[in-house]
């Protein structure tokens, strides 16, 4: 059985971007992308994956006690050879789960404040399209 939507659920074939008659629930496609990350609270490291325009997928390196609503100020930290400067975004929690490696973290990024972030995702987002 799936977990609600936003519910944490450790069975490694749930897949909550996928509804439970198999449909895609994405408004967005997303990109299969590769960027360190670390999260400014917590130094707790990890990876920036799947990422659209509103959202992404961070892959952590520890489990974290957190859940659907909750905000997490993220570094990215593109690859040197990518040309593109280190940025932050705050994301917001829709869903967590643990794999045998990672745990996983599905957010929709909030809004930018400033320009320059905006700038180096929007770079990032079309160096992976």
Do not use: H
């Amino acid at each position: 059985m799936g977990a609600g939507k936003g519910e944490r659920n450790d069975d490694p074939s749930f897949d909550p971007r996928v509804d439970e008659m198999g449909k895609e629930q994405r408004k967005n496609p997303r990109n299969k992308t590769y960027a360190k990350v670390l999260l400014e609270a917590s130094s707790t490291p990890g990876y920036l994956r799947d990422l659209s325009r509103d959202g992404c997928q961070l892959a952590l390196t520890r489990n974290l006690p957190v859940q659907k609503g909750d905000s997490l100020k993220v570094s990215v930290l593109p690859a040197e050879e990518m040309g593109i400067s280190r940025f932050s975004v705050t994301v917001e929690i829709m869903w967590t789960r643990s794999d045998p490696v990672y745990f996983l973290v599905g957010a929709i990024i909030a809004p930018l404040t400033d320009e320059e972030s905006e700038e180096r995702l929007e770079e990032l987002f079309k160096y992976y399209a």
